[in-house]
């Protein structure tokens, strides 16, 4: 079993910067996969950011270039950076993980607002 827990959301300008943490506790050993997802009104979940154990990453185009991923080398927390942020990235995010036997886990999603 994997814990996550977000943190670090809240009211930011656009064109503002916030940083999210996630907090890993549990099997973490066993992680593969670290990510950001979110989940904005009347859309689907989506893929924001990943992050491999091996170090590879992976972002969704329409982030590329504003946010980066990074994880501690514990793989007991990752981060998103979140810069020049539009009102488009307002959503609830999501820290996800996905463990060697692929079971995936999420955090309880934290609020992103952005707003002048």
């Known amino acids: 079993q994997v814990q996550l827990v977000e943190s670090g959301g809240g009211l930011v300008q656009p064109g503002g910067s916030l940083r999210l943490s996630c907090a890993a506790s549990?099997?973490?050993?066993?992680?593969?996969?670290m990510g950001w997802y979110r989940q904005a009104p009347g859309k689907e979940r989506e893929l924001v950011a990943l992050?491999?154990?091996?170090?590879?990453?992976n972002y969704a185009d329409s982030v590329k270039g504003r946010f980066t991923i990074s994880r501690a080398n514990s793989q007991r927390a990752w981060y998103l950076e979140m810069n020049n942020l539009e009102a488009e990235d307002t959503a609830v995010y999501y820290c996800?993980?996905?463990?060697?036997?692929?079971?995936?886990?999420w955090g309880q999603g934290i609020q992103v607002t952005v707003s002048a």
């Open positions: 549990g099997n973490t050993f066993s992680l593969y996969g």
């Open positions: 996800g993980g996905t463990v060697i036997s692929g079971q995936h886990y």
């Open positions: 992050v491999t154990r091996g170090g590879t990453t």
